[in-house]
């Protein structure tokens, strides 16, 4: 039998199937490079996801720079707030000689520009929880405005209520819906920095119209006609100004949160007593501004001076108005505001007595006291408000129409008392005593205020 003969060319590893190992091989290798890359992409993806997350996150805690605009802008608006709120005191004894009015019917008037806040603040503020700040800002403004140009065309008291009284349905938007703006763009000691400082935006307004309508606006313009309707068309140009530029404000960490229902939130701030005690103790800002800040140039002229230097003298504790309200809230801390608050009380009261009974640099020096210390009260108390467990930014609009309701209700009946008491005595100083009295009772409340 013939032996099988092996080639010595071929190589013993073709018996173990070459291209079959080597196919076997590359699919465990791209398997395994396959799964390499699969994990590192799964990983890379993870990493990703979270550094995604955390910029959101981050996105949503850091508040805007915009909010610098946003304040800027709250801070114009309220100047125009106050310069028509304050346009009628300085033109009381003009308006009363042109119109044929008594005081008590001037009090009226000067009581009926914040009327409507009483019945309006709180659906206002409900609104504005709802629907955002931006256009009911905008809308309050524009009728603030319309109300200061309609008053250029009054010939009666009737007409002139009238007119005035729609300054107080456009007014309680701007007043609760600016604390808002300030409670949800601003947090911690910002929040008092904010609230001093968009303030003093009413407080330069006032200061403006007390010191300059009769020194320099009326002379300008010819008539008290006029005047109103300068004001009322600078108010529509910081209106629009608004419109275009302001963005709805919020922080992120309010967003977050959980709505409750509206029925569940009004019975929690209507039931909660400090957001009440705030309210009453705020009141007396809203007392003392209208019934006696509004009377304080005829005050004045009463003491003989004439009125365009009882207007400027008028103006005195508005201006240092900016001083409380620029640093006091700001400096102050959760904790520490019941002794300032208190302190500020008794100063307050005892100046507004002084003021009825001094003249010459006592006179002056009272106002300068009067101005410091009730500029710093009125955002003092807000941003009480504003911290108390249950309110914070989500709540503010409500708990703020609230305080504004309240306040309402003594500063429309402020300076109908003043007016119908000096009616009555033929001076002013029975009026202050009883305005002093009221202020200082607010301090027994105060000591009943539990801070955060």
């Known amino acids: ?204 307004g006032s200061a403006s119209a007390l010191a300059l309508t009769n020194f320099l606006i009326l002379p300008l313009v010819g008539t008290w006609r006029n005047v109103f309707s300068l004001y009322g068309i600078i108010g529509f140009l910081i209106a629009f100004a608004w419109i275009f530029l302001a963005r709805e404000a919020t922080i992120g960490p309010d967003q977050s949160r959980i709505a409750l229902p509206l029925k569940e939130i009004l019975r929690s701030l209507l039931g909660h007593k400090y957001v009440w005690m705030v309210a009453i103790i705020g009141s007396q800002s809203f007392l003392v501004f209208y019934g006696f800040g509004n009377w304080l140039p005829t005050l004045l002229e009463a003491k003989g001076m004439d009125p365009a230097g009882a207007g400027i003298l008028a103006s005195v504790p508005t201006w240092l108005g900016l001083i409380g309200s620029g640093i006091i809230p700001a400096v102050s801390t959760a904790g520490s505001r019941k002794p300032i608050i208190v302190a500020l009380l008794l100063i307050e009261g005892v100046s507004i007595y002084l003021v009825g009974i001094t003249s010459g640099s006592f006179l002056l020096g009272s106002l300068i006291i009067f101005g410091i210390v009730s500029g710093a009260l009125l955002p003092l108390m807000l941003v009480v408000m504003m911290d108390l467990p249950g309110v914070g930014a989500e709540n503010m609009g409500i708990a703020g129409g609230l305080f504004f309701s309240v306040g309402a209700t003594l500063g429309f009946i402020g300076p109908i008392l003043v007016g119908y008491l000096t009616d009555l005595t033929s001076s002013f100083l029975p009026a202050l005593i009883l305005l002093a009295i009221v202020v200082e009772a607010m301090i027994v409340l105060t000591l009943f205020l539990k801070e955060v």
Request: glycine residues 8%; proline residues 4%.
């Open 1 to 204: 039998m013939e032996k099988r003969r092996i080639d010595p060319t071929r190589s013993r590893v073709s018996y173990l199937n070459f291209p079959y190992l080597f196919k076997e091989i590359v699919n465990k290798i791209g398997c395994g490079v396959i799964g390499i890359i699969n994990t590192r992409r799964v990983w890379l993806y993870s990493v990703l996801q979270v550094n995604h997350r955390m910029n959101d996150e981050a996105h949503l805690s850091e508040p805007s720079s915009y909010r610098w605009v946003i304040l800027a802008l709250a801070w114009l608006v309220y100047f125009a707030f106050g310069l028509i709120l304050a346009s009628i005191p300085p033109l009381v004894n003009v308006i009363a000689a042109d119109l044929s009015l008594t005081y008590s019917e001037m009090g009226i008037i000067l009581g009926s520009v914040i009327l409507m806040f009483i019945p309006l603040a709180v659906p206002i503020g409900i609104g504005i929880d709802r629907f955002g700040q931006k256009k009911m800002i905008a809308t309050g403004l524009l009728l603030v405005s319309a109300s200061a140009i309609l008053r250029s065309f009054a010939f009666s008291f009737e007409t002139l209520f009238l007119v005035v009284l729609l300054f107080g349905v456009g007014g309680p938007t701007i007043s609760v819906g600016l604390s808002k703006v300030v409670a949800s763009s601003f947090e911690g000691k910002e929040r008092g920095f904010a609230s001093g400082i968009y303030m003093t935006g009413a407080v330069v």
